[in-house]
């Protein structure tokens, strides 16, 4: 029963983590900036994509490769992602795409599906 019990648990949280935003975008005047969670890596060779469009649908840049500073847990990661730099709109800017990270605790790797606008 403690075994069953211990599944379901490591389970539940497996399930709450998978797919889960570990990557909060913040727009600052002419970029946008990343937060990545503690204990979680960003691929360093994950086929990332992020586009971004102005509030009349205009697209303004899209992103394929993401540059930051390499995990110290595991040289394939990013532990931080650096800025990315952005035409000047005005209004919102949609981000649509997706980032692939690892979990360096859990030892489990996922995609963020990302459609926002900030």
């Known amino acids: ?6 599944a379901v648990i490591i389970g539940a ?4 983590a998978f797919g889960a935003a570990v990557v909060k975008l913040v727009r600052e005047p002419g970029k946008v900036a990343f937060s990545l969670e503690k204990g979680y890596g960003v691929q360093r060779d994950g086929k990332h994509e992020l586009t971004f469009t102005s509030a009349d649908g205009k697209e303004l840049k899209k992103v394929t490769n993401l540059t930051g500073t390499i995990a110290a847990e595991d040289k394939k990661y990013f532990s931080r992602l650096n800025a990315i730099q952005i035409p000047v709109a005005k209004g919102k800017v949609r981000v ?23």
């Open 96 to 118: 649509t795409g997706r980032i692939f990270y690892c979990s360096f605790e859990q030892k489990f790797c996922s995609v963020q599906k990302i459609d926002e606008q900030l």
């Open 13 to 16: 949280v497996t399930i709450h």
């Open 1 to 6: 029963m403690k075994r069953f019990l211990a």
